[in-house]
Protein backbone atom coordinates (compact mmCIF):
# COMPACT_ATOMS: atom_id res chain seq x y z
CA UNK A 1 0.00 0.00 0.00
CA UNK A 2 1.01 3.45 -0.42
CA UNK A 3 3.01 5.37 2.04
CA UNK A 4 1.71 9.15 2.50
CA UNK A 5 4.16 11.78 4.03
CA UNK A 6 2.48 14.99 4.92
CA UNK A 7 4.35 18.20 6.35
CA UNK A 8 3.76 19.64 8.61
CA UNK A 9 2.14 17.64 10.89
CA UNK A 10 0.98 20.72 12.98
CA UNK A 11 0.83 24.18 13.08
CA UNK A 12 -0.01 27.43 14.36
CA UNK A 13 -0.34 30.34 12.36
CA UNK A 14 -1.76 33.88 12.79
CA UNK A 15 -4.59 35.09 10.97
CA UNK A 16 -3.65 36.63 7.17
CA UNK A 17 -0.61 34.69 6.53
CA UNK A 18 -0.68 31.58 4.37
CA UNK A 19 0.17 27.87 4.61
CA UNK A 20 1.65 25.50 2.35
CA UNK A 21 1.25 21.73 2.83
CA UNK A 22 3.09 19.23 1.20
CA UNK A 23 2.33 15.89 0.07
CA UNK A 24 4.63 13.37 -0.88
CA UNK A 25 3.60 10.05 -1.43
CA UNK A 26 6.24 6.58 -2.34
CA UNK A 27 4.88 5.49 -5.64
CA UNK A 28 3.13 7.56 -8.41
CA UNK A 29 0.17 8.12 -8.82
CA UNK A 30 -2.55 9.85 -11.21
CA UNK A 31 -4.83 11.38 -8.97
CA UNK A 32 -4.04 12.51 -5.86
CA UNK A 33 -6.94 14.02 -3.49
CA UNK A 34 -6.92 17.29 -0.88
CA UNK A 35 -9.40 16.84 1.87
CA UNK A 36 -10.53 18.94 5.21
CA UNK A 37 -11.56 18.42 8.66
CA UNK A 38 -13.29 20.94 10.57
CA UNK A 39 -13.32 20.17 14.45
CA UNK A 40 -16.02 17.52 15.62
CA UNK A 41 -16.92 17.25 11.21
CA UNK A 42 -16.70 14.76 8.78
CA UNK A 43 -13.74 15.11 5.79
CA UNK A 44 -14.67 17.12 2.61
CA UNK A 45 -13.35 16.78 -0.21
CA UNK A 46 -11.41 20.08 -1.15
CA UNK A 47 -10.00 19.22 -4.44
CA UNK A 48 -8.35 16.56 -7.32
CA UNK A 49 -4.73 17.42 -8.01
CA UNK A 50 -3.76 16.23 -11.40
CA UNK A 51 -0.40 15.93 -12.76
CA UNK A 52 -0.26 17.94 -15.42
CA UNK A 53 -3.13 20.24 -15.25
CA UNK A 54 -5.03 22.54 -12.57
CA UNK A 55 -6.63 21.10 -9.84
CA UNK A 56 -10.28 20.37 -10.09
CA UNK A 57 -12.14 21.89 -6.67
CA UNK A 58 -15.41 20.84 -5.82
CA UNK A 59 -18.21 23.00 -5.06
CA UNK A 60 -17.61 25.81 -2.29
CA UNK A 61 -13.43 25.72 -2.94
CA UNK A 62 -11.68 28.16 -5.22
CA UNK A 63 -8.19 28.18 -6.52
CA UNK A 64 -7.21 31.46 -5.00
CA UNK A 65 -7.95 30.33 -1.56
CA UNK A 66 -6.64 26.86 -1.90
CA UNK A 67 -3.97 26.80 -4.72
CA UNK A 68 -2.82 23.20 -5.25
CA UNK A 69 0.57 22.97 -7.04
CA UNK A 70 1.55 18.98 -8.68
CA UNK A 71 4.66 19.10 -10.24
CA UNK A 72 4.84 15.33 -10.33
CA UNK A 73 3.43 12.03 -9.72
CA UNK A 74 4.53 11.51 -6.48
CA UNK A 75 4.47 15.04 -5.29
CA UNK A 76 1.67 18.15 -4.40
CA UNK A 77 1.17 21.05 -2.27
CA UNK A 78 -1.99 22.87 -1.10
CA UNK A 79 -1.81 26.04 0.38
CA UNK A 80 -4.08 27.39 2.52
CA UNK A 81 -4.23 31.12 1.53
CA UNK A 82 -5.47 34.48 4.02
CA UNK A 83 -6.16 32.36 6.78
CA UNK A 84 -8.50 32.92 9.27
CA UNK A 85 -10.18 30.63 12.42
CA UNK A 86 -12.56 29.17 10.65
CA UNK A 87 -9.61 27.26 8.57
CA UNK A 88 -8.27 25.92 11.76
CA UNK A 89 -9.13 21.96 10.40
CA UNK A 90 -6.92 19.18 9.65
CA UNK A 91 -6.00 18.80 6.02
CA UNK A 92 -5.46 15.35 4.68
CA UNK A 93 -4.00 14.28 1.64
CA UNK A 94 -4.98 10.97 -0.11
CA UNK A 95 -4.48 8.80 -2.94
CA UNK A 96 -6.44 6.08 -4.61
CA UNK A 97 -5.91 2.24 -3.29
CA UNK A 98 -5.60 -0.38 -5.32
CA UNK A 99 -7.00 -3.93 -5.39
CA UNK A 100 -10.96 -4.44 -5.25
CA UNK A 101 -10.65 -7.04 -2.03
CA UNK A 102 -12.51 -6.61 0.70
CA UNK A 103 -9.17 -5.68 3.09
CA UNK A 104 -8.15 -2.94 0.19
CA UNK A 105 -8.08 0.35 1.38
CA UNK A 106 -10.15 2.44 -1.74
CA UNK A 107 -8.02 5.23 -0.28
CA UNK A 108 -4.83 5.98 1.16
CA UNK A 109 -4.70 8.62 3.89
CA UNK A 110 -1.56 11.08 4.82
CA UNK A 111 -1.59 11.36 8.76
CA UNK A 112 -2.71 15.18 8.09
CA UNK A 113 -1.86 18.51 9.20
CA UNK A 114 -3.79 19.67 12.07
CA UNK A 115 -3.45 23.86 11.60
CA UNK A 116 -4.78 26.26 14.17
CA UNK A 117 -5.59 29.99 13.33
CA UNK A 118 -5.07 32.35 16.11
CA UNK B 1 -23.89 13.83 -7.01
CA UNK B 2 -22.94 11.40 -4.74
CA UNK B 3 -24.29 11.02 -1.10
CA UNK B 4 -24.10 9.34 2.23
CA UNK B 5 -26.40 9.75 5.69
CA UNK B 6 -25.27 8.24 9.02
CA UNK B 7 -28.32 9.12 10.74
CA UNK B 8 -27.28 8.39 14.06
CA UNK B 9 -25.33 11.33 15.35
CA UNK B 10 -23.90 9.85 18.94
CA UNK B 11 -24.66 6.71 20.26
CA UNK B 12 -23.88 5.66 23.44
CA UNK B 13 -23.79 2.15 24.78
CA UNK B 14 -22.47 -0.68 27.99
CA UNK B 15 -19.96 -2.72 27.10
CA UNK B 16 -21.04 -5.47 25.68
CA UNK B 17 -24.03 -4.71 24.34
CA UNK B 18 -24.35 -5.03 20.39
CA UNK B 19 -24.81 -1.92 18.51
CA UNK B 20 -25.36 -1.10 15.01
CA UNK B 21 -24.52 1.91 13.02
CA UNK B 22 -26.31 2.64 10.17
CA UNK B 23 -25.26 4.05 6.52
CA UNK B 24 -27.00 4.62 3.68
CA UNK B 25 -25.99 6.27 0.84
CA UNK B 26 -26.74 7.79 -2.89
CA UNK B 27 -24.87 7.63 -6.24
CA UNK B 28 -25.51 7.64 -9.57
CA UNK B 29 -22.52 5.50 -10.67
CA UNK B 30 -23.47 1.90 -10.94
CA UNK B 31 -19.94 0.64 -10.19
CA UNK B 32 -19.06 1.95 -6.89
CA UNK B 33 -17.01 0.83 -3.05
CA UNK B 34 -18.32 1.44 0.09
CA UNK B 35 -16.13 1.31 3.26
CA UNK B 36 -15.84 2.24 6.74
CA UNK B 37 -13.29 4.38 8.94
CA UNK B 38 -12.85 4.39 12.22
CA UNK B 39 -11.39 7.69 14.14
CA UNK B 40 -10.80 7.30 17.79
CA UNK B 41 -9.73 10.43 19.77
CA UNK B 42 -5.77 10.47 18.60
CA UNK B 43 -7.23 11.53 15.22
CA UNK B 44 -6.44 9.00 12.80
CA UNK B 45 -8.03 7.50 10.14
CA UNK B 46 -8.48 3.51 10.55
CA UNK B 47 -9.76 1.46 7.71
CA UNK B 48 -12.09 -1.18 8.69
CA UNK B 49 -14.07 -2.85 5.95
CA UNK B 50 -14.27 -2.62 2.04
CA UNK B 51 -17.32 -3.41 -0.29
CA UNK B 52 -18.04 -3.05 -3.98
CA UNK B 53 -20.95 -2.33 -5.39
CA UNK B 54 -21.41 -6.12 -7.57
CA UNK B 55 -20.96 -8.13 -4.17
CA UNK B 56 -23.33 -8.12 -1.74
CA UNK B 57 -21.83 -10.52 0.20
CA UNK B 58 -21.66 -9.48 3.89
CA UNK B 59 -18.49 -9.13 5.80
CA UNK B 60 -17.93 -10.85 9.28
CA UNK B 61 -14.34 -10.35 11.28
CA UNK B 62 -14.17 -10.98 14.36
CA UNK B 63 -16.41 -8.59 16.14
CA UNK B 64 -17.49 -6.49 13.48
CA UNK B 65 -19.52 -7.49 10.86
CA UNK B 66 -21.32 -5.65 7.80
CA UNK B 67 -24.80 -5.70 5.95
CA UNK B 68 -24.56 -4.63 2.38
CA UNK B 69 -27.82 -4.24 1.28
CA UNK B 70 -28.19 -3.03 -2.37
CA UNK B 71 -32.02 -2.67 -2.50
CA UNK B 72 -32.26 -0.10 0.12
CA UNK B 73 -28.89 1.36 -0.65
CA UNK B 74 -27.34 0.79 2.64
CA UNK B 75 -24.22 -0.20 4.15
CA UNK B 76 -24.77 -1.22 8.14
CA UNK B 77 -21.89 -1.83 10.45
CA UNK B 78 -22.65 -3.88 13.74
CA UNK B 79 -20.32 -4.38 16.65
CA UNK B 80 -20.75 -7.55 18.79
CA UNK B 81 -19.79 -7.27 22.45
CA UNK B 82 -18.68 -4.27 22.20
CA UNK B 83 -15.81 -2.90 24.35
CA UNK B 84 -14.73 0.33 25.73
CA UNK B 85 -11.78 0.36 23.09
CA UNK B 86 -14.69 0.61 20.25
CA UNK B 87 -15.22 3.96 21.17
CA UNK B 88 -14.60 6.33 18.58
CA UNK B 89 -16.28 8.29 15.73
CA UNK B 90 -16.96 5.80 12.59
CA UNK B 91 -17.38 7.29 8.99
CA UNK B 92 -19.05 5.27 5.93
CA UNK B 93 -17.87 6.28 3.09
CA UNK B 94 -18.78 6.17 -0.92
CA UNK B 95 -16.37 6.34 -3.88
CA UNK B 96 -16.06 5.73 -7.53
CA UNK B 97 -14.58 3.41 -9.01
CA UNK B 98 -11.61 4.19 -10.96
CA UNK B 99 -11.68 5.11 -14.62
CA UNK B 100 -14.84 6.22 -16.20
CA UNK B 101 -16.86 7.33 -13.03
CA UNK B 102 -16.90 11.37 -12.77
CA UNK B 103 -16.50 10.31 -9.20
CA UNK B 104 -13.95 7.98 -9.66
CA UNK B 105 -11.59 7.72 -7.00
CA UNK B 106 -13.42 11.03 -4.87
CA UNK B 107 -15.02 9.64 -1.97
CA UNK B 108 -17.61 11.36 0.10
CA UNK B 109 -18.11 10.88 4.00
CA UNK B 110 -21.28 10.75 6.10
CA UNK B 111 -21.06 13.02 8.96
CA UNK B 112 -19.93 10.49 11.01
CA UNK B 113 -21.88 8.63 14.55
CA UNK B 114 -19.88 9.56 17.58
CA UNK B 115 -20.29 5.86 19.43
CA UNK B 116 -19.09 5.68 23.35
CA UNK B 117 -18.84 2.40 24.90
CA UNK B 118 -19.51 2.94 28.82
CA UNK B 119 -17.77 0.11 31.24
Known amino acids: SAVISQKPSRDICQRGTSLTIQCQVDSQVTMMFWYRQQPGQSLTLIAT?????????ESGFVIDKFPISRPNLTFSTLTVSNMSPEDSSIYLC???????????????FGDGTRLSIL | AQKVTQAQTEISVVEKEDVTLDCVYE???????LFWYKQPPSGELVFLIRRNSFDEQNEISGRYSWNFQKSTSSFNFTITASQVVDSAVYFCALSGAPTYNTNAGKSTFGDGTTLTVKP
Open chain 2, 27 to 33: TRDTTYY
Open chain 1, 49 to 57: ANQGSEATY
Open chain 1, 94 to 108: SVPGVGTGPSDQPQH
